[in-house]
């Protein structure tokens, strides 16, 4: 009688560490139950429904989102030119809280103008010349001077 063979010789041979296993054969994903499909596909409708909801609300709600950030835009932009004024152009000079001028564009037959703009010169070395009554100098950092020279009306 023979003796039986020794333990480990009915195990398959062990491959150093580092070495690829060889390949056991395909495997196939666990199922998903029919519930976790419906759950997957709910969250999924939700996320993408919920966003285009968003953009179709923001770009026609007239009241938000779009319409009111030109709303905004469009203010900005009237005060911008209230108090910007360009060459003919007439003005009433008033002192805001820092003692600098402000000037508030008016009709130049109204009571309230007090000059009109005659130029607008650029950079920080430029003086109106004698033609004009009254001038302001602006200047900014980020090198955006220029000086808006009056006459009075």
Not at 15 to 35: A, D, N, T
Not at 53 to 64: A, I, S
Request: glycine letters at 10%.
């Amino acid at each position: 009688m023979s003796a039986p063979p020794p333990p480990y010789q009915n195990h398959p041979p062990q491959q150093p560490y580092g070495y690829p296993q060889p390949p056991r054969g395909p495997q196939r994903p666990p199922q998903r139950s029919p519930l976790q499909l419906l759950i997957t596909i709910v969250i999924v409708v939700a996320v993408f429904g919920g966003g285009a909801w968003y953009v179709w609300d923001y770009n026609t709600n007239p009241n938000g989102g779009k319409a009111k950030a030109e709303a905004s835009q469009s203010a900005q932009a009237e005060e911008y030119k209230k108090y910007n004024p360009e060459v003919g152009d007439c003005v009433n000079v008033q002192d805001n809280a820092n003692g600098d001028p402000v000037t508030e564009i008016v009709d130049c037959g109204s009571a309230e103008a007090q000059y009109k703009t005659g130029d607008r010169l650029i950079g920080p070395d430029e003086k109106c010349g004698s033609q004009f009554d009254y001038s302001i100098e602006y200047s900014s950092n980020r090198g955006a001077d220029y000086t808006l020279c009056f006459t009075e009306v």
